[in-house]
């Protein structure tokens, strides 16, 4: 699995991740933070965490709350290369949307992962679906009454007939936010945005969009 990697220069070289810092329980080399159980000579670089409210997440229904903290505890990050896509990400990380399911979207190797630690959980096991102009793999999940999509593997393509694009890596698009005291990988609203975008949905790209400069003038980070 490939793990971010990152050295004295590499983080000032690229300057969209100079402020990116990463979320361990232990200093390495350097006073660099590691994540526990890899190897010693690798750092993991995640963007700084946003810490969710309290007030926000007591507006969560308990239900998510219970699954966010299972799915934290069964696809330990970054071990697993995941993250939050769809409203229950947006929502985390401060846009104003109603949270009907939870999307998470992963690599090839995560989905078969989810498949195996959330077992008893599974409706539909995780197979390769394609469309037209998306082809992943899928499974779905129901814990605790709520619905759980995994895909992995996304790729897409701009019209029927044209060859697949790369699959979508999570990490390349990731950032973390504290929810319950729990590290969570979400995808960033302007990687959402442009998705939503590409696909047609230019209402909820703009409403993450609109979200994006509101966060940006109260200081959050964007990515």
Sequence with gaps: MRKWRADAGSAGHHAHRADRRVAGDALGIDGQPRFAGLPDDVLV???????????????????????????????????????????????????????????????????WFANDALREFVRVEVYQRTSP??????????????????MGAVRK???????????????????????DGFTVPVLSLAYEAEAYEAIGRTERAKLLRDALS?????GEPSD
Excluded: K
């Design 45 to 111: 670089v995640a963007p700084v965490p946003l810490r969710v409210t309290m007030d926000r997440m007591d507006e969560l229904p308990e239900a998510y709350r219970r699954v966010l903290r299972l799915l934290c505890d069964r696809l330990p990050f970054p071990r697993v290369n995941w993250a939050l896509t769809g409203s229950l990400g947006h929502y985390l990380q401060g846009v104003r949307v109603d949270v009907h399911d939870i999307d998470v979207q992963t690599d090839g190797d995560g989905a």
């Design 133 to 150: 102009l998306m082809s992943s793999l899928f499974g779905a999940f129901e814990i605790d009454g709520l619905q759980v999509e995994v």
């Design 157 to 179: 393509r701009a019209r029927p007939g044209d060859p697949w694009g790369p699959p979508t890596d999570p990490r390349d698009h990731c950032r973390l936010v504290i929810a």
């Design 214 to 218: 509101r966060l940006d003038g109260e």
